[in-house]
């Protein structure tokens, strides 16, 4: 974490509104996008991303200024995303996808319609790699999971796409 940041957060811990304020301007967009990319909906994305902000705000003082903020806050909006998805009972296990409808096979957007017809735990994974930018490893300590959980979801979820989107164009 650079000064600046670091200074941001012990002011935030002091209580500080504007370094609360200027937090949550530099990392509302990476905590959305990761709860959006959990949920894949704007309404639960909102309410992940705002539990998040609250989270990390009020747990400040169990964060370890050593490290990256960005990450942390992620993890922490990725947690909230699954839990509003656990609210919903919408959360699945690996290998019972959710079922949403899916545009027909010309849309541009095949890609993304497949990858939110996966389970919540592969969903999540690919989005945090491909839309995220999260190396495999960054994942597994991001979601607390081995590496080779990690791989072997991401490998599956691959294969499950490469299928799905093959069967669509048939």
């Known amino acids: 974490m650079n000064d600046a940041e670091s200074r941001l957060v012990r002011d ?3 209580g500080e509104s504007k370094a ?15 709860a ?4 894949g909906r704007r309404e639960l994305a909102n309410d992940a991303a705002q539990e998040a902000f609250s989270r990390a705000i009020s747990s400040l003082d169990t964060f370890d200024a050593r490290r990256p903020l960005r990450p942390w806050v ?15 009972g919408r959360l699945r296990f690996i290998d019972e996808p959710e079922s949403i409808v899916v545009e027909p096979a010309e849309d541009p957007n095949d890609v993304l319609n497949a990858v939110t017809r996966l389970s919540a735990d592969r969903r999540v994974i ?3 790699h491909y839309w995220l930018d999260y ?8 979601l607390d999971l081995p590496l080779g959980t990690v791989a072997s979801r991401l490998s599956r979820a691959l294969d499950e796409l490469r299928l799905n989107l093959e069967a669509e164009h048939v």
């Open 12 to 14: 935030a811990q002091r």
């Open 135 to 142: 190396s495999t490893p960054e994942i597994a300590e991001l």
């Open 20 to 34: 609360v304020q200027e937090l949550f301007r530099r990392h509302w967009p990476s905590a959305w996008q990761a």
């Open 126 to 128: 690919v989005a945090l």
């Open 74 to 88: 992620t993890k922490i909006a990725v947690n909230a995303a699954i839990d509003e998805l656990r609210r919903e």
């Open 36 to 39: 959006y990319a959990v949920t």
